[in-house]
C-alpha cells in the first residue's frame, strides 16, 4: 500500500501565506515525480505545480511567481509555499506522487486525500 497524507490547508487572508507539506509512506521503490493539483467548487481538477525526480519545475501561469513547489526525496514528501494568496486560490489541494512499488512495477499515480484551502477576508 502507498499512502499519501497532505498537511497545512486552512484560513488565510487575501496576501497572506500558507505552506503544503505532502509525505508519501508504505511499499515505495521510487518516486518519479510529485505535484500538487486543486479543485475549485464547480471547477475541474487543475495542476498548480509539478516536480519530477531533477530538478525542474512546472507550474501553472496563475500561480507563477507566488507559489514555489520543492521536495525532499530522503522524506519522500513534497511542499508548496503559497505566497501573496488571492480568492480565487482558494480550492481543495491535492497531492500527487508518479511512484514505482518495486523494480520491476510500473508507475501508477496515487493521490491524497486533500487539504482546503481558503482564502477570504
Known amino acids: 500500500q502507498v499512502q499519501l497524507v497532505e498537511s497545512g490547508g486552512g484560513l488565510v487572508e487575501p496576501g497572506g501565506s500558507l505552506r503544503l507539506s505532502c509525505a508519501a509512506s508504505?511499499?515505495?521503490?521510487?518516486?518519479?515525480?510529485m505535484g500538487w493539483y486543486r479543485q475549485a467548487p464547480g471547477k475541474q481538477r487543475e495542476l498548480v505545480a509539478r516536480?519530477?525526480?531533477?530538478?525542474?519545475?512546472v507550474y501553472a501561469d496563475s500561480v507563477k511567481g507566488r507559489f514555489t513547489i520543492s521536495r525532499d526525496n530522503a522524506k519522500n514528501a513534497v511542499y508548496l509555499q503559497m505566497n501573496s494568496l488571492k480568492p480565487e486560490d482558494t480550492a481543495v489541494y491535492y497531492c500527487n506522487g508518479q511512484i514505482q512499488r518495486s523494480m520491476m512495477s510500473v508507475t501508477f499515480s496515487y493521490w491524497g486525500q486533500g487539504t482546503q484551502v481558503t482564502v477570504s477576508s
Open positions: 516536480i519530477p525526480s531533477g530538478d525542474s519545475t
Open positions: 508504505g511499499s515505495i521503490f521510487r518516486i518519479n515525480a
